[in-house]
Every structure is written in structure tokens, then in C-alpha cells.
């Protein structure tokens, strides 16, 4: 399952920022404008009760307990202002009617207000001898609806409900307008604040993901190799002490890789020297040990037996030495490739012929295929990947030989259980056996590493795979036109 991209430092503190600036600016200003909100609403609201308060006081005592349609007329125009855009008086008997709502009169100051407008609850409200109010929208607009019941004073001087109503509506479009101007001043600024905190995030992230990206780039040069990377120290905040921690690690991983350098070189230089040092001495005990073969016939029975001994394992000290000479030169750099235009197939043959494989070796060349490469080399590794199927595979072994117009690719293979899938990653590592049972075979445990190593010389590759129907499959990939370690053509 692929990972899911994830944002960048510099998308999540801006995300970060402006999502707090957002939630804090919603919170002040919501907070602020429902406040003014309501101030606004509450003070209008009292201000139209306590006006028609004052209007009703002006209409006591009635001089009618049961006044008809006229007397309703003046009341309502009693309790008419420049706030009241239309009202309403109900009584058990008369109600004040006229045109339709919505319609004026000319001899009106006052718009008769729809009693489908008032909510019924408020009327009931009002019909229990109370007053109240509630805010409706009439027209599109909203409105304040105050209602009151009509006091009379009775003979015996008490106070009692008429049972007159009256109802007065006030436009609330002005507040409704001032709220919505303050409710755009409240956008306005979340807006603005929401830039502001998206400016600082940029200036926050740019002093956070300078460091940042310069010790990025530092760790990359320095897992590339370049141990004298170094950060600049600025301040003495936490990213200052971040970048003085990796100075210090760098300088100490720096000291340990040259120290395990020299160590590498001094190992490689005393393996070398003791290789060459060996070689004299070798040549003259592989003289003796000729010279044992020899006569080991002859010999009596232990004698023969030990001489053939002898000989064996000088020969095989021989061929370590050898090794080693030519693993040291891979090392020191100072391998180095004859490349001449070669005939592969014939090369193939070659190898085999010198070796008397020929008939233990299946082969499938294509013909015509040429190649510019080393062909000592090449005989090296093929000689190598060969014996080794012969030796510790099973028949049959075969070559195959097929090309590109850039590359041949030669695959060596045999028919026997493969190799364990533990083994497959360390095959070409130095000195490594698949078997401990082939601790003392006549291998190194060199051949492989130096096959690769002959490979990669020429710029091109060794690997190794078990094939699907058995049996271990060594693929040598090498470029048409090899080059020197140099890079140009011999």
C-alpha cells in the first residue's frame, strides 16, 4: 500500500495559523456582534413599549366601556407615532376594520395592521390582560408587534380589562440594517485578521524552514560523503542548539570515518604487501611441489600420499595469494582494462576449450556478436562462473550468449537445487561458502568477488538468481563498447 502524501511543514503551519486565527476571530467577533445584537434589539424594544405606554396613559380613562368603529379610529390614530407604520384595535364587539392590509386611506396617517400578522400566541398573551411583545416579518421586513389590553375604571373606582386591544408594529429595518453593516465589519476584520495571521505564518515558517531545509541539506551531503558539511550557528534559540549538536556529530563521525579509513587502507596495504612478499616463496615451493608430483608415484605410500597433499594445497595457496594480489588492486583503484574487439561466442569457446569443458558444457551462442571488452577478464569470470557450476551444481550445465545493439548478456547456469534464498544476498561477499562443509575446498571464496569486480570494471554487472525450474543462474551484463574506469575508450 503506497503511503499517502502528507503536507509540507509549510502548508501545516500556515493551516495551523490560520485555522486559529479563523476560530479566534469567529469567537471575538460572534461574541461582539451578538452582543450588539441584542443591545441593539433590547433598546429599540424598550424604547417602543415604553412609547406606547406612554400613548395608552393618554387614552385613560376611556370614555366608552363598548366604543364603536369611530372611536376605535381614534384610538388607533391616539396610538399612532412616526415608529408605527400600522395598527391594530380588537374589541368583543367592533374591530377596527377597513381596506385590505397593506392599503392606505387617504384621511389615515396609519396603515391598518393584518391580523394574520400577529402570532396567536401573543394574542392570547394580550387577551389575559397582559402586554407583550414579539418580532415577526410582515412584508419582507421585520417588524416589532407590541400588544396591551385597555384599562377602564369601573363605578366602584377599580381597574379593570375593556376588553379593547390594541396593536402597534414597528419597523425594525433600520436596526436590521445596522446589523448587517456590523455584521460585514465583523467579516471584514475576520478577513483581515485572517491575512494578518496568514503574513505571519510566512514570516514564522520562513525563520523555521530556513534552519530546517539548510540541515536538511547538510544530512543529505553528508550521508554522500562530504564529512566537512557544516551548519551555520545563528542565535542561541533551539535551532541554534540543533545546529551546533550536528556540528559536533559531524565532527565526530568525521574523525571515526577517517580513522576506519586509515584502518581500511593499512589492512588493504599489509594485504597486498603480504600477498607480494608470498609470491617468491610460493614459486619456489611450486617448483618443489612439481617436482613432488612428480615422484609422489614413486614414493612409498605415506610418502606419496603427502607429497600429493603438498602439492595440492600450494597450489591452492597459489591461487588465494593471487586472489588477493588482484582483490588488492580492485581496492587501490589501479585495475585497469586491455579492451580489445572480440568475437564473444568465439571467446565462450575459447574458454571452454582451454579448460576441456567443451563437452561437459552445453552452450546456446548467438553468432556475430562483438563486443569491445577485456577478454582476459571476461575468461576470468566465465572460467569462474563455469567451474563453479560444474563443481557444485549438477549437469546440465549451459551458456547462453544473447545481445542488444548496447549490451551482451551471458547466462551460466545449472540444474541442480539452487542456492537457499539466505545465500542469494551474500554470494559475492569476500570469503563467504554457502556450506560449512566447504571450509577446506579448494575455493577462496575470492572467485565471485572478483568476478563482479571484472563486471563492474567494465561498467556493467554480475547477479545471480535460481531459475524457475531449478538450478542456480548467474546473468553477466556488459556494454558493447566498454570504457576505461576513466571513462574514455581505450
Not at 396613559?57 to 381614534?74: K, N
Not at 586491455?338 to 568475437?343: I, K, M
Not at 574458454?351 to 556478436?369: F, K, M, Q
Not at 551460466?412 to 559475492?428: I, K, N, Q, W, Y
Request: net charge neutral.
Amino acid at each position: 500500500m503506497a503511503p499517502r502524501a502528507s503536507l509540507g511543514l509549510r502548508a501545516r503551519l500556515l493551516f495551523a495559523f490560520a485555522l486559529l486565527c479563523v476560530v479566534t476571530a469567529a469567537a471575538v467577533t460572534g461574541g461582539m456582534y451578538v452582543d450588539a445584537r441584542n443591545a441593539i434589539l433590547q433598546r429599540t424594544q424598550d424604547a417602543a413599549v415604553q412609547a406606547m405606554k406612554r400613548r395608552m396613559e393618554q387614552l385613560f380613562p376611556l370614555r366608552s366601556v363598548a366604543p364603536g368603529p369611530d372611536e376605535l379610529r381614534e384610538i388607533a390614530g391616539t396610538m399612532t407615532d412616526g415608529d408605527n407604520r400600522a395598527v391594530a384595535v380588537y374589541h368583543e364587539v367592533h374591530s377596527l376594520s377597513g381596506p385590505a392590509p397593506g392599503r392606505w386611506r387617504p384621511d389615515w396617517k396609519w396603515q391598518i395592521l393584518d391580523p394574520k400578522v400577529i402570532p396567536p400566541r401573543l394574542r392570547q398573551t394580550v387577551a389575559d390582560g397582559v402586554m407583550a411583545w414579539q418580532r415577526v416579518v410582515w412584508q419582507g421586513e421585520p417588524y416589532l408587534i407590541i400588544g396591551a389590553p385597555l384599562l377602564v375604571v369601573g363605578e366602584d373606582r377599580t381597574t379593570r380589562v375593556s376588553g379593547i386591544e390594541v396593536y402597534t408594529a414597528r419597523s425594525l429595518g433600520p436596526e436590521q440594517r445596522s446589523i448587517d453593516e456590523l455584521a460585514g465589519r465583523a467579516w471584514l476584520a475576520g478577513g483581515a485578521a485572517l491575512a494578518f495571521a496568514v503574513v505571519l505564518a510566512l514570516l514564522a515558517t520562513r525563520g523555521v524552514l530556513g534552519p530546517v531545509r539548510e540541515l536538511g541539506r547538510a544530512a543529505r551531503l553528508l550521508g554522500e560523503g562530504n564529512m566537512r558539511t557544516r551548519i551555520a550557528v545563528r542565535g542561541s534559540d533551539e535551532l541554534a542548539d540543533v545546529a551546533r549538536t550536528f556540528n559536533t556529530a559531524a565532527a565526530e563521525l568525521e574523525r571515526h570515518v577517517k580513522q576506519l579509513r586509515e584502518m581500511e587502507a593499512d589492512a588493504r596495504r599489509f594485504v597486498a604487501d603480504v600477498s607480494h612478499e608470498l609470491r617468491t616463496p610460493l614459486a619456489a615451493l611450486a617448483a618443489v611441489a612439481d617436482v613432488l608430483e612428480e615422484e609422489a608415484a614413486r614414493l612409498p605410500e605415506p610418502a606419496g600420499r603427502a607429497a600429493m597433499l603438498v602439492s595440492q594445497e600450494t597450489l591452492n595457496l597459489t591461487a588465494l595469494v593471487n586472489d588477493l594480489i588482484e582483490i588488492s588492486r580492485f581496492d587501490s583503484g589501479v585495475a585497469a582494462l586491455a579492451l580489445n574487439e572480440v568475437d564473444v561466442a568465439e571467446l565462450v569457446r575459447a574458454t571452454l576449450r582451454v579448460r576441456g569443458w567443451s563437452e561437459s558444457v552445453h552452450t546456446e551462442l548467438a553468432p556475430g556478436v562483438t563486443a569491445r571488452l577485456d577478454p582476459r577478464r571476461v575468461d576470468v569470470v566465465l572460467a569462474n562462473l563455469v567451474g563453479n557450476a560444474l563443481r557444485h551444481g549438477e549437469p546440465p550445465v549451459s551458456v547462453r550468449l544473447r545481445a542488444d545493439a548496447h549490451w551482451i548478456v551471458l547466462e551460466v547456469r545449472d540444474h541442480g537445487p539452487g542456492l537457499a534464498e539466505a545465500v542469494l544476498p551474500h554470494v559475492f561477499d569476500r570469503f563467504y561458502k554457502a556450506s560449512a562443509a566447504r571450509a577446506r575446498s579448494e575455493g577462496s571464496g575470492l572467485g565471485l568477488a572478483i568476478a563482479r569486480e571484472n563486471a563492474r570494471l567494465h561498467r556493467g554487472d554480475l547477479t545471480v538468481t535460481n531459475a524457475p525450474d531449478g538450478g542456480a543462474m548467474f546473468t553477466l551484463r556488459l556494454p558493447r563498447q566498454a570504457v576505461d574506469p576513466d571513462g574514455s575508450p581505450e
